[in-house]
C-alpha cells in the first residue's frame, strides 16, 4: 500500500454534467459570458414588452420605496455612513452579550458624536424613528462631561437600546417562532402571497447544534404542513432549510461522513414534508460546498421513499459561472429519476465573500461574475432553460429587479398555474411585487422567503441581506436613489454586457488572484482542494510520489555520498521510512565555510538579477508542488491544506525578497554581510527554511543552511531547486544533522549573521554565542531570530462565540498546535465562558485527528516521540495538580504514529502554566470583566508571546488590550460587518485555507549603506 493510497475515501468519478461543472468552475469570465449572452437576449417584441412592464413596476417600487420594513432600514441606516454601520453593529452584538457591563460599554463605543437626531422625522417609519430615537437618547447622556448622566441612567439607555435594536430585528424575520411566523403569514396569504419559511441558524459547530437545528426543521415542517392550505403542491407554503445547519462538518474533505450522517437526516426531513405535500427547498451556501450538495440532492432523488414526489427543491446561484450548467444537470437529473423539481433561481448572496476567499486561496479565477450585467446576463440564460423544461423543472425565479421580473415575464408567457412562480424576500419587494400579482396585473404568483427565528440568531442572515442588497449595484438600493433615472434602474442587462469591451472582460477594478499585490510580483499559485477536478488529479498524482528520498551535504567540491546514513521516518506512521540523510561532518563543515568564504559570484550579481533567479525558483516550487505536498505530508506530519499553505508562503518569501532589493533604492544601498547562517525549524520545514535563504540571498550574502534534524529531505530538495534555478552552489550549501552540526557552525568566526527561528532556550545560547563578536564589515555580527511563548487570545462576552471557537481551533490546534504562533492561553471573560468553552468541546468532538495522508484528517501527528512525551508528562502534571482536563471522547484510533489528542486545560493562573506546550494543549483561564488588567499583565509577565488575539466588539476594550500587552503581533478579530460569517474550523470558510503561520517575515539580511 503506498502512503496515499488512502487520499480519498471515495473514488471521484464524474460524470459528463458534472465535469462541466467542475470545469466551468475556473472558466475565464469572458468565455462564460460569450456562451450565455446569445440565450439571454429577448426578441425585439419581447424585449420592448419587457421594458414597459419593467418601467411600469418600477415606478410602484419608487413610489413606495423605503415606506417600511428592511428596505426603509437599508435605505436610512446605510451602510455607508457611520450611522448606519454603528447601528448594525449594534443589531448584530446587543441581543446576545449576557453582562450589563460589556453592554454599557458597547453601547458607548457605538453612539458616539455621531448625528442622530437628522434620522428623525414624521415621514420615517415606526422602526426608524424608534433606532434614531434611542441612539439620540443615549448620545446626549454620554456627552454629560461629569459622567454622572449616563451612569445613573445606563439601565434606561440600555432597555431603550435593545427594544429599538428588537423592533428592528423584527423588520428582518417573521416570527421568532413558527407559530408566530403562520400568524403573521395569514394577512399576505389572502392577498395572494404563498410562503417559504426558513428557520434561522447555519454553520454548525457542534453536534448538539445540528440535532437542534434537526428539531427546529422537523417541527416546522409539522406546523407548516398542519396549516397548510392550497389546492396543488405549488400553492402550499413550504419550508427552506441549509445543509450546513444540519451537520457540523458540512464541507468536502468530510464528504464520507456527510454522506454517512447527513443524508440520512436530509432524508428524514424530506420524507416528512412529502407527508405534508409541502416542499422542502435546499438552500445554496459558498461555492466550495455546491458539489456535495449535489451528490445529496441526487441520492435524495433517486430515494425509493421519494419517488414521483415533486417537493424537492434547489436554489442556483447565477452570479456563479456553473450556474448555467448546474440548470442543465437538474434537468437531467429530474428527467432520470422521474421528478418535477422546484428549482429557486437567486442572483446570489456570497459574492464578497467567494471573491475575497478566492484572491486569499490563490487559484485561477473567481468562481463567479466581477460583473453585475454579466450575472445579470446569466439569471436570463438560465430562467430561458428553466422554462423551456417545464416537465422536469417548476422554477421559481427569486428577484428584485423590475427589469429581471419583467424579461422572465415576456420570456415565459401567459402564466398559467403551476408554470412558475417568483420570490422576494420577507420585508422586501411588496411595492415592486403589489402588481405582479394582482389578478389584474401580471397575475403571477410570488412567495416570500421569510426568516424565522430568534433575533439574537438574526446575525449570518442579518449580514447577507445588508452586503447583497447595500450594494451600490443592486435594484433595492438603485431604486431608493432619485438620482438614478427610470431608464437607467431598468437597462437591459444584455445591451450593458455588450458594450463590455472585450465582451465577457472581467471588472478591471477586480484583481485576479494572481495579481493582487500588483505588477511587482505575483502571488503563489493555490490549489483548490474543494474542486472535484483538482481532486481527481491530485489523487492520481500522489499515487504516483512514493519515492525514497535523500539528503546530504550539498557542498561545493565535496562528495558525500559515501558517509553514513541515518532513516527518517513518518511520523505518523513509523512503517513508512520517508528517506535517508547523511549528516555534515567536521570535514564537510570545513569545506562548505571555505566555499562560502571565497564566494564571490552570486554578491556581484546586480540585485535584478538575483531577483530573477529568485523568481524562477519559485517558478520551480510550484511547478513541482504536488510532489512537495506529497513530502511534507510524509516527512513533516502535514496535512494537505497546510501543506499547500507551506509550499506557496515559500514562494511568497521568493518573490518577495527578489522584489524588494531589486528596487531602484535598494540597489543603491544594500551591500551583503558575508556568510549568512539559515537555521531553521521542523514546523515550517520548507517556508521559513525558503524565507530565511531567500532574505539572505536576496541581499547577495553567501548561504549556510542547517535545517531541522527531523526534516532534512524537504530542505534538500529546496536547495536543488534553488540550484537548478540558477544559484551557484558556493552560494548556498546545505549541511543537515542534529544540534552538534548548528552548534559548530555559529562557533566559527567566519559566519557573519545567523538567522533562527525555533525554541527560546535555543535562541538563547545563540545569542550567547555571538555576543561580542564583529563580522567582516566590522559591524556587530547580526542574530535575527523567531522563537515561540505563551500567545494568548482575549475573548470578551461581546465577541460572536462561533467566531471566537473557529478562530480559536485554527489557532491552537491546526499543525497539532505547532507553530510558534500557536494559541496557548485563552482568557475568556466569565459571563460566556460556559459557552464557549461547551461549544469549543463540542467543535473539538467533530475534529478528525489522525494520519495525515488522508484528506479528511484535520489535525496530523507531533514531530517526534520526543515530542510527544513532553506534552503527555506536561498534561499528566497539570492533571495530578488537580486540574480539569479534557479530550475529546471520540480519542484516537490507535495508529502507529505520535499523536497527541486536543487537549484543554483550565488553569486558576496563567502562571500555573510553566513553560511554553509545543502541541495541541490549549490552557483556559475564566477571568471577570473587572480583571482584565491583571490576566493581560500575568501573560505578560511569562516574558515572551509571538502573538497576541482580541475576540471583542468593544473598541475601548481592544484599545485597553492591545495597548497593555507586550506580545509582538496583535490580531483583533472586532465585527462582523463586511466579514466572511458562518465560519466552520478547518472547513475552509473564514479559517485561511492556506495554513499560512502568523508572524513577521524574516527581513533581508543586509545592512543599509549610511
Not at 420605496?65 to 436610512?76: L, N, Y
Not at 446626549?140 to 429599538?164: K, Q
Not at 422536469?392 to 427569486?398: L, V
Request: some cysteine; overall charge neutral; proline content about 5%.
Amino acid at each position: 500500500m503506498t502512503p496515499f493510497s488512502s487520499f480519498l475515501e471515495e473514488h471521484i468519478e464524474l460524470s459528463s454534467l458534472r465535469r462541466a461543472i467542475a470545469e466551468a468552475k475556473r472558466r475565464p469570465e469572458t468565455d462564460c459570458v460569450a456562451a450565455l449572452i446569445d440565450e439571454a437576449t429577448l426578441a425585439p417584441e419581447l424585449s420592448a414588452q419587457a421594458t414597459k412592464t419593467a418601467r411600469f413596476l418600477a415606478s410602484q417600487q419608487r413610489k413606495r420605496a423605503g415606506s417600511s420594513g428592511v428596505e426603509a432600514i437599508m435605505q436610512r441606516f446605510s451602510l455607508s455612513s457611520p450611522e448606519g454601520l454603528a447601528l448594525m453593529r449594534l443589531a448584530e452584538a446587543i441581543l446576545r452579550i449576557p453582562d450589563a457591563a460589556t453592554k454599557d460599554a458597547l453601547i458607548r463605543d457605538q453612539v458616539g458624536d455621531n448625528d442622530w437626531q437628522s434620522f428623525v422625522g414624521r415621514e420615517q417609519p415606526l422602526t426608524v424613528n424608534a433606532a434614531a430615537l434611542a441612539m439620540t437618547a443615549a448620545a446626549r447622556l454620554h456627552r454629560d462631561p461629569t459622567g454622572l448622566l449616563a451612569r445613573g441612567s445606563a439601565p434606561f439607555i440600555r432597555l431603550g437600546i435593545e427594544r429599538a435594536i428588537g423592533r428592528m430585528g423584527g423588520q428582518f424575520v417573521l416570527g421568532q417562532t413558527i407559530a408566530q411566523a403562520l400568524q403573521s403569514s395569514r394577512e399576505p396569504e389572502t392577498r395572494g402571497y404563498t410562503y417559504s419559511y426558513d428557520m434561522l441558524g447555519e454553520a454548525a459547530l457542534t453536534a448538539e447544534d445540528a440535532a437542534r437545528y434537526f428539531d427546529d426543521y422537523s417541527a416546522a415542517i409539522d406546523a407548516i404542513g398542519n396549516q397548510a392550505q392550497g389546492a396543488s403542491l405549488y400553492a402550499r407554503p413550504g419550508i427552506s432549510i441549509k445543509l450546513s445547519a444540519l451537520h457540523p462538518r458540512y464541507a468536502r474533505a468530510q464528504k464520507a461522513r456527510v454522506m454517512g450522517e447527513l443524508l440520512p437526516r436530509l432524508k428524514s426531513l424530506a420524507a416528512q414534508a412529502r407527508h405534508h405535500d409541502i416542499g422542502l427547498n435546499i438552500d445554496a451556501e459558498e461555492s466550495d460546498r455546491l458539489d456535495l450538495s449535489l451528490d445529496l440532492l441526487e441520492a435524495l432523488c433517486h430515494m425509493p421513499e421519494l419517488a414521483r414526489w415533486n417537493g424537492i427543491g434547489f436554489v442556483v446561484q447565477a452570479y456563479g459561472k456553473r450556474a448555467s450548467h448546474v440548470v442543465d444537470y437538474l434537468i437531467e437529473l429530474a428527467r432520470q429519476t422521474k421528478h418535477r423539481l422546484m428549482v429557486r433561481l437567486v442572483k446570489g448572496a456570497y459574492w464578497d465573500t467567494e471573491i475575497k476567499r478566492t484572491q486569499v486561496e490563490g487559484v485561477d479565477d473567481f468562481p463567479v461574475f466581477t460583473r453585475k450585467c454579466h450575472t445579470d446576463v446569466s439569471y436570463l440564460a438560465c430562467a430561458r432553460r428553466l422554462l423551456a423544461a417545464k416537465e422536469e423543472i417548476y422554477p421559481q425565479f427569486a428577484t428584485h429587479n423590475a427589469h429581471t421580473i419583467a424579461a422572465i415575464h415576456a420570456m415565459a408567457g401567459p402564466h398559467q398555474p403551476g408554470k412558475y412562480e417568483f420570490q422576494c424576500l420577507h420585508g422586501m419587494g411588496q411595492a415592486v411585487y403589489g402588481p405582479v400579482i394582482d389578478p389584474a396585473g401580471l397575475a403571477t404568483p410570488c412567495r416570500i422567503y421569510a426568516p424565522v427565528g430568534a433575533h439574537r440568531a438574526l446575525l449570518c442572515y442579518l449580514v447577507r441581506r445588508l452586503l447583497e442588497n447595500g450594494a451600490n449595484s443592486s435594484f433595492v438600493n438603485q431604486a431608493a436613489n432619485p438620482e438614478i433615472s427610470l431608464d437607467e434602474l431598468i437597462r437591459d442587462p444584455v445591451s450593458l454586457a455588450r458594450k463590455v469591451s472585450p465582451l465577457g472582460a472581467p471588472h478591471a477594478d477586480i484583481r485576479l488572484p494572481e495579481k493582487i499585490f500588483g505588477p511587482s510580483r505575483r502571488n503563489s499559485q493555490g490549489l483548490d482542494l474543494t474542486d472535484e477536478c483538482m481532486l481527481e488529479t491530485l489523487d492520481k498524482s500522489l499515487r504516483e510520489t512514493d519515492h525514497t528520498y535523500i539528503s546530504r551535504p550539498l557542498i561545493a567540491h565535496y562528495d558525500a555520498s559515501g558517509d553514513a546514513t541515518r532513516p527518517v521516518i513518518n511520523p505518523a506512521d513509523h512503517r513508512d521510512i520517508v528517506g535517508q540523510v547523511t549528516y555534515a561532518s567536521d570535514a564537510a563543515i570545513e569545506k562548505a565555510l571555505g566555499n562560502a568564504d571565497q564566494e564571490a559570484t552570486w554578491s556581484k550579481m546586480t540585485p535584478a538579477a538575483r531577483r530573477d533567479i529568485l523568481d524562477k525558483c519559485a517558478d520551480a516550487l510550484e511547478a513541482h508542488m504536488i510532489e512537495l505536498i506529497a513530502l511534507l505530508v510524509r516527512e513533516a506530519g502535514k496535512t494537505y491544506a497546510n501543506a499547500v499553505g507551506e509550499v506557496r508562503e515559500a514562494v511568497d518569501f521568493l518573490r518577495y525578497y527578489g522584489a524588494q532589493v531589486a528596487t531602484k533604492d535598494s540597489e543603491a544601498t544594500i551591500t551583503p554581510l558575508g556568510i549568512i547562517l539559515c537555521i531553521s525549524p521542523w514546523n515550517f520545514p520548507l517556508a521559513i527554511f525558503t524565507g530565511q535563504i531567500a532574505a539572505s540571498l536576496a541581499a547577495g550574502n553567501a548561504v549556510i543552511a542547517k535545517p531541522a534534524e527531523e526534516t532534512p529531505l524537504i530542505a534538500a530538495m529546496a536547495v536543488r531547486l534553488f540550484h537548478e534555478s540558477g544559484v551557484p552552489l558556493p552560494a548556498l550549501q546545505l549541511l543537515p544533522g542534529d544540534g552538534d552540526v548548528g552548534a559548530a557552525l555559529v562557533a566559527d568566526k567566519r559566519i557573519d549573521g545567523v538567522m533562527f527561528t525555533g525554541s527560546t532556550k535555543v535562541g538563547k545560547l545563540i545569542s550567547g554565542v555571538l555576543l561580542g563578536r564583529r563580522g567582516r564589515t566590522g559591524q556587530p555580527v547580526s542574530f535575527i531570530a523567531e522563537t515561540g511563548g505563551q500567545n494568548a487570545m482575549l475573548v470578551d462576552s461581546s465577541s460572536l462565540p462561533e467566531q471566537a471557537v473557529t478562530d480559536i481551533i485554527a489557532s491552537a490546534f491546526d499543525s497539532a498546535g505547532q507553530r510558534c504562533s500557536a494559541l496557548r492561553v485563552l482568557l475568556v471573560q466569565d459571563d460566556c465562558a460556559e459557552h464557549v468553552i461547551d461549544m469549543l468541546k463540542g467543535a473539538l468532538d467533530e475534529i478528525s485527528v489522525g494520519d495525515p495522508s488522508q484528506l479528511s484528517t484535520d489535525i496530523g501527528p507531533v514531530i517526534s516521540e520526543e515530542a510527544k512525551s513532553r506534552i503527555e508528562d506536561h498534561i499528566a502534571a497539570m492533571r495530578d495538580a488537580g486540574r480539569v482536563i479534557w479530550q475529546p471522547k471520540n480519542g484516537l484510533v490507535q495508529q502507529a504514529g505520535w499523536f497527541v489528542p486536543p487537549t484543554i486545560i483550565e488553569v486558576g493562573r496563567v502562571a500555573d502554566i510553566g513553560q511554553e506546550v509545543f502541541g495541541p494543549v490549549l490552557h483556559v483561564r475564566r477571568f471577570e470583566r473587572q480583571e482584565l488588567s491583571s490576566v493581560i499583565d500575568a501573560v505578560n509577565a511569562t516574558g515572551y508571546a509571538l502573538t497576541f488575539g482580541i475576540q471583542s466588539r468593544v473598541k475601548s476594550t481592544i484599545q485597553h488590550a492591545t495597548s497593555r500587552s507586550h506580545a509582538g503581533n496583535i490580531y483583533v478579530n472586532r465585527n462582523i460587518i463586511g466579514a466572511t460569517v458562518g465560519s466552520q474550523p478547518f472547513g475552509g470558510r473564514a479559517f485561511p485555507a492556506r495554513g499560512r503561520r502568523r508572524g513577521a517575515a524574516p527581513r533581508a539580511t543586509a545592512r543599509p549603506v549610511r
